[in-house]
């Protein structure tokens, strides 16, 4: 088993539509957390960052941690066809002095229908 | 602003060769990160510096990779004889701080591909 279980998908929803995005983990250290966006041959692009559990909300986006769970969501809300990309969840446990390398999910693939 | 740039965009080599990916991180970013991410996985670590110090190789795949930073600034990953299962996307990714965990900026990888 993965430190990090996402669904691949594809996953596909009709314009304006909510999308919940979803990731499960296992190593309890992780406390910070991060959602990328993947556009097809581009690098994964920062979408939100959050410490610990709790909510945070940027525009249409909104993460949720929920650290008890060990479980961890991204809403798009109002989506759009620009939104279609590849989702891609990371975390990292940082011990301190220094910085992590971030585990990533396998990403999962969003597909918003015209 | 400038990103992470990353250099070949695309690198195609016979198994054997050896090969040499080039990133500059964004401007004053200590920490500098190396992934490899295969078709249709999420990217995986390899490598970490801050500054030209290499403070974590525990995900570099076997002693055909190496990496360096000797100035602090760009950081190159070389692999030696390369084999079919090193095709994958490198990408680079660099952070503000060493001393605290900041998020990292990712550049748009090189695609190696190894015939």
């Known amino acids: 088993q993965k430190e990090v279980e996402q669904d691949p998908g594809p996953l596909s929803v009709p314009e304006g539509a909510i999308v919940s995005l979803n990731c499960t983990y296992s190593n309890s250290a992780f406390q910070y957390f991060m959602w990328y966006r993947q556009y097809s041959r581009k690098g994964p692009e920062l979408l939100m960052y959050?410490?610990?559990?709790g909510n945070k909300e940027d525009g249409r986006f909104t993460a949720q941690v929920d650290k008890s769970s060990k479980y961890i969501s991204l809403f798009i809300r109002d989506s759009q066809p620009s939104d279609s990309a590849t989702y891609l969840c990371a975390m990292s446990a940082y011990s301190g002095g220094g910085a992590d390398g971030l585990t990533f999910g396998k990403g999962t693939h969003l597909i918003i229908q015209p | 602003g400038a990103g992470v740039s990353q250099s070949p965009r695309y690198k195609v080599a016979k198994r054997g060769q050896d090969v040499a990916l080039r990133c500059d991180p964004i401007s004053g970013h200590v920490s500098l990160f190396w992934y490899q991410q295969a078709l249709g996985q999420g990217p995986e670590f390899l490598t970490y510096f801050q500054n030209e110090a290499q403070l974590d190789k525990s995900g570099l795949p076997s002693d055909r990779f190496f990496a360096e930073r000797p100035e602090g600034s760009v950081s190159t990953l070389k692999i030696q004889r390369t084999q079919q299962e090193d095709s994958a996307v490198y990408l680079c990714a660099s952070s503000y701080r060493g001393d605290s965990n900041q998020p990292q900026h990712f550049g748009d990888g090189t695609r190696l591909s190894i015939l």
């Open positions: 959050t410490y610990s559990s």
